[in-house]
């Protein structure tokens, strides 16, 4: 049996830009299954989830407009744990919300919050990794992160510094560090006691409220009013009228990088962000011209170190290319450098200014 | 009015698979709308041949595969008008049985063969050029060609030599030459007496009869033994018996090459074969950046000189790729140096024998 005070928050309200054209603003990355293995990242999490978690104690955060998108993907999910957020205001606002959802339910809930998106191939270290902070935080006050041990000196990603000192698995967090420059990322590295920020966090119901009220007053104000609304048929109308009053803010800003009492799990497990086509390529299976393929039936010449997509059993064949994005979708194709990647928002930008909002 | 004695045979049962992945066996070059214009090229010819002959006089010869592809495209072309070879025979057999139904039909016809997936540009030299040798053909017992002035040394067309003492418009031809290497093709330019033979032919019905009769007795005798069968219900039958029996031969080798009455009109019009996607992309208009572009919404940076095709409306971005030819369709997307286009029907085969027939 499942301990009944688990729970878990799923974010799935981001559009995930550097992925398009497959990632798009009516259709984003978390609905698509990425890696080709029959699974969208969403159901990939909310299954890597259950296996610790009851079913119906994960909360999937969501836009509005992904509602049916989270309804048609998880069938197992019932409307009650689709939180809808009728604005964009960052993650502060909608976890506070969502915390005091599940801590009206049940007081003695534990919980973790996670990203939709991300890719975790080892899920028994995952599930061990997170059994381990419950356990923990069922019994300390506690905010706590599992920080992912960093592989290179990556300079897109925030960094947790923790207390050198602590001979303990979980450690207390010194500080957060914004994405630091490329010297400074070395220095991280060298040191030994950083991780990444993935995201990732786990507390007690009655944690995360107290670390609001007592670090975002004015926030903690707006949605405990609603408190006698959550869970019944007046919540739609609270929220509706009050969530777009709520400051813009992310949690880690909100609550963690002002609490003491925060820690993080170095964890055991492996990690990608799947943040960009680049990192989707570096977790893909190669064939032998080391191109990474989903979907596509293949046939290269002097074509090395790609990323090509397209739908399912289309034929593509590439002659000449080395270290490119090739994605083909039914009204958008893309053929860019690998190298160039973190300028395809730019792309989609210009791409939505010429032709239309709706390639978006 | 047209004259009535103006006779079309439009050759269409090529397949033109240099134009993989658009043009494939069961919907080949002919029947697509190459350039974008809004008509397909059979369209473009058959609508050229008919500000000359009357529509009821143009013949399509085709493949059975493509007899309703031919009826869809030109609802003004009747069944009688589509002469279906049961088999590959080459040219000679299927324009010796269409003359012969010809002559049957009206003794004193003249009649232009032409390809059907050729791009003209210019149609009113077309069109006085082609009077001029029906005029020619209607006075004289003549095998005529029009032939094509070279722009460069192409090894790739045949050659028609012709008496550089002439001082007529039409001139007796000396010799036809095979596709020369390249020296060659260099020597026929600088003579300037050599034309390009793009298969466009112009005659009498009685005197190409009588040349198959001269030249070719026993291909002659095959079809003429149907003569009373043609233009009738029996016709079907006994083409169905026998026109697997004939030669596989070109009309060029059949009856040109041969014959001793044979002359060549120099085309006062443009031409372009459409042989291949590089001359598809020297007839098109190109872009700012030299890149010609059908059916698709471009975004390029540093691309030119591509040759781009895809679904009417698709965004194709291209980042950093030079003389490429970038194709798409449904099922198959090419991504292929211009350089290297004479490669793609190695391609199709690899293609067909890995993944399946049906690509092709």
Partial sequence: MKNKNYYAILMAGGVGSRFWP????SFPKQFHDMLGTGDTLIQK?????????????????????????????????????VVLEPAMRNTA???????????KENEDAVMIVAPSDHWIEDEQ???????????????????????????FPNTGFGYI?????????????????EKPDYETAKSFISQGNFLWNAGIFVWSAKSVVEAFRNNQAELFELFATGINDYNT???????????????????????????KNVYVLPATFDWNDLGTWGSLYDKLDKDHNNNAVVNAKTLTEDANGNMIRSKTGKVVVVDGLQDYIIVDKDEVLLIFPKAKEQDIKIVLQKVKDEFGEHYG
Avoid: W
């Fill in 45 to 81: 999490t909310f299954h890597r989830l259950a296996k610790l978690i009851p079913k119906e104690n994960i909360f999937i955060l969501t836009n509005e407009r992904y509602n049916n998108l989270v309804l048609e993907q998880l069938p197992e999910v019932t409307k009650r744990q």
């Fill in 93 to 103: 606002p909608c976890i506070l919300y969502a915390a005091l959802k599940i801590q």
């Fill in 22 to 25: 497959i990632s798009t603003e």
């Fill in 233 to 259: 048929e007046r919540e739609e109308e609270f929220i509706k009228v009050n969530y777009a009053k709520s400051q813009n803010i992310s949690v880690d800003y909100a609550i963690m990088e002002s609490s």
């Fill in 125 to 151: 270290a995952f599930t061990t990794d997170v059994q381990h902070a419950f356990d923990f935080c069922s019994e300390h006050d506690a905010l706590m992160t599992l920080g992912i041990k960093p592989t």
């Fill in 161 to 177: 510094e923790y207390d050198q000192s602590s001979e303990e698995q979980i450690k207390p967090v010194h500080q957060f560090r």
